[in-house]
């Protein structure tokens, strides 16, 4: 069966730097588009970064552009999300997602705290 772990996240000050990663199974891993999305306390779930099947094509959400990056690596199928620049406001639980079929992590929670 399809699983997503997802892992890396904690507590980092503003301007810190995590890196999360999503662990995939039960699948062909380097055959999906796969995304990130994160879920503020009180807000709806918002999709952060996309990224291509092969990771040649990468797209970001407004508020993450020049600060987060998406890569993939196929061999160890594994799905990343480098978040630079940290702020108050990326506070989140983050989710990776297999775009089709709609498969989900449980999440990792990240808080960005002085």
């Known amino acids: 069966q399809v699983q997503l772990v997802e892992s890396g996240g904690g507590l980092v000050q503003p301007g810190g730097s995590l890196r999360l990663s999503c662990a995939a199974s039960?699948?062909?891993?380097?055959?999906?588009?796969m995304s990130w999305y994160r879920q503020s306390p009180g807000k709806g779930r918002e999709l952060v970064a996309t990224i291509t099947a092969g990771g040649g094509a990468t797209s970001y959400a407004d508020s993450v552009k020049g600060r987060f990056t998406i890569t993939r690596d196929n061999a160890k199928n594994t799905l990343y999300l480098q978040m630079n620049s940290l702020k108050p406001e990326d506070t989140a639980i983050y989710y990776c997602?297999?775009?089709?079929?709609?498969?989900w992590g449980q999440g990792t929670q990240v808080i960005v705290s002085s």
């Open positions: 039960g699948f062909f891993f380097s055959n999906y588009a």
């Open positions: 997602q297999r775009l089709t079929g709609n498969y």
